[in-house]
């Protein structure tokens, strides 16, 4: 089984950054991170970014575009989300997640096999 483990979490005032890590170990199957979602109290998990296996394409969701980059390094399999300009809203439990060869963006979280314990992201007023 895939292990996903996410590090970079934390407490930010607005305007400020964090940037979330998401490294893959054990037997990866053929699996590899791509991408980010989050969940917000009460709410469904949402989709946050995406990047393909190469890095050449990259997907976000219209409430993150121009804020927030995902990266990724294949030689560690670990994928990146730097997030600028947090905003209040952007609070939630943010989860990598993995699936096969990423050759597109995939936008919902069943198409996800793997994922993370969850990291929390908390942005204040």
């Known amino acids: 089984q895939v292990q996903l483990d996410e590090s970079g979490g934390g407490s930010v005032q607005a305007g400020g950054s964090l940037r979330l890590s998401c490294a893959a170990s054990?037997?990866?199957?053929?699996?590899?991170?791509t991408g980010w979602f989050r969940q917000a109290l009460g709410k469904e998990r949402e989709f946050v970014a995406a990047i393909t296996l190469s890095g050449g394409i990259t997907g976000y969701a219209d409430s993150v575009k121009g804020r927030f980059t995902i990266s990724r390094d294949n030689a560690k399999d670990t994928i990146y989300l730097q997030m600028n300009s947090l905003k209040p809203e952007d609070t939630g439990v943010y989860y990598c997640?993995?699936?096969?060869?990423?050759?597109?963006?995939?936008?919902?979280?069943?198409?996800?096999?793997?994922w993370g314990q969850g990291i929390q992201v908390t942005v204040s007023s």
């Open positions: 054990g037997r990866t199957g053929g699996y590899y991170t």
């Open positions: 997640a993995a699936r096969t060869v990423p050759l597109v963006i995939r936008r919902e979280p069943t198409e996800y096999k793997y």
